[in-house]
C-alpha cells in the first residue's frame, strides 16, 4: 500500500521537560498513523512517557503520505 493511502490518523503535540541547564520546554508535533484515537495516544505516551501529550487534529492522508508515515507507526516533526 502506498503511504497514507486510505490511512487515518492524529497530529498530537506534547510538551516535556528539556536538557541541560536550561531545562525549557520542548514542544514538538508528532504524526501517529494509527486509526484509534486513543491507541494512538498510548503509543505516544508509552514513548514519551514524561510528556503531557494532547491531539491537535485529525492527521490527514495527504500529510501522513508527505511525511511517509506508514500504519501503526509515528513520526516526530521537527521545528
Wanted: net charge negative.
Amino acid at each position: 500500500m502506498p503511504y497514507g493511502a486510505m490511512l487515518k490518523g492524529w497530529k498530537i503535540s506534547s510538551v516535556r521537560p528539556g536538557r541541560g541547564a536550561s531545562g525549557a520546554l520542548r514542544h514538538e508535533f508528532i504524526l501517529v498513523a494509527i486509526a484509534d484515537q486513543a491507541a494512538a495516544l498510548r503509543a505516544v505516551k508509552e514513548c514519551l512517557p514524561d510528556a503531557e501529550i494532547t491531539v491537535d487534529s485529525e492527521a490527514t492522508p495527504e500529510l501522513l503520505a508527505e511525511y511517509q508515515v506508514i500504519e501503526g507507526e509515528m513520526v516526530v516533526l521537527a521545528d
